[in-house]
């Protein structure tokens, strides 16, 4: 009976013990040394594929310039245009010979080339009307590329009137008929020759054409801006 009881309280004692080694304190290794706020966070979602970057600034307004009418356009040939060799529609290039500025910004710089029309071009008559010629300028075209448009009041020239040198012409053939006819014939010879001098000298002038306008490379011609223009 004592035997009994000594086993019990033994078997007692070892469930005791295997009990105490099973303490439910141990601490997952994993764990150590995280905050509670880490270890419990969600990991971060990846970024989804079809975000776009935010789109680019629109440039800024390009600030155009206008070219006011009455503005001075002086330009030097580099073509020749003439009274008797020009025709109207007949094209020329020219360059500019001064800049143009514009509230003290260059527009167009000098040498800047300009491309001009004859309107008009008429030769001088043997017996009345004097050579004249009629010019205009139609584009600019910067070195940049692009020609503007343009409309400029023409410029016109006419030839030098000739009635001076037609007098002398005439004079002096009547001059010259009249020395002769003296020479021939005294005092009424005289009378003669000069009449027939002086047809001579008219025919002469009948005969001889007016002058010719002659604008070759180089010559500067004003123009002025009939219509304001925007670039």
């Known amino acids: ?107 167009f710089a000098k040498g800047t080339r300009v491309r001009g029309r004859v309107v008009d071009a008429k030769q001088s008559g043997r017996v009345k009307g004097r050579a004249s010629i009629e010019l205009t300028l139609t584009e600019v075209m910067p070195a940049t590329g692009g020609a503007v448009s343009i409309f400029t009041k023409p410029f016109s020239q006419v030839a030098e009137a000739t009635k001076k040198r037609d007098a002398a012409i005439i004079g002096g053939g009547a001059g010259l008929g009249a020395v002769i006819g003296a020479i021939a014939g005294g005092g009424k010879g005289a009378a003669v020759g000069a009449a027939v001098g002086g047809g001579a000298g008219t025919g002469t002038v009948l005969a001889t054409k007016g002058k010719e306008i002659h604008l070759g490379p180089e010559t500067r011609v004003p123009f002025t801006l009939a219509r304001s223009i925007e670039i």
Do not use: H, W
């Open 1 to 107: 009976m004592k035997r009994n009881f000594y086993l019990l309280v033994v078997a007692a004692l070892v469930m005791t013990s295997t009990a105490c080694s099973k303490d439910p304190s141990t601490t997952n290794a994993g764990s150590l040394g995280k905050p509670d706020s880490l270890a419990s966070a969600p990991a971060a979602a990846p970024a989804p594929d079809n975000v776009t970057s935010a789109p680019a600034a629109p440039p800024a307004p390009r600030v155009k310039t206008t070219i006011p009418a009455g503005t001075k356009l002086r330009v030097a040939l580099l073509d020749t245009v003439s009274s008797d060799k020009s025709r109207p529609g007949d094209q020329f290039i020219a360059t500019l010979a001064e800049p143009v500025v514009v509230g003290g910004k260059t527009v």
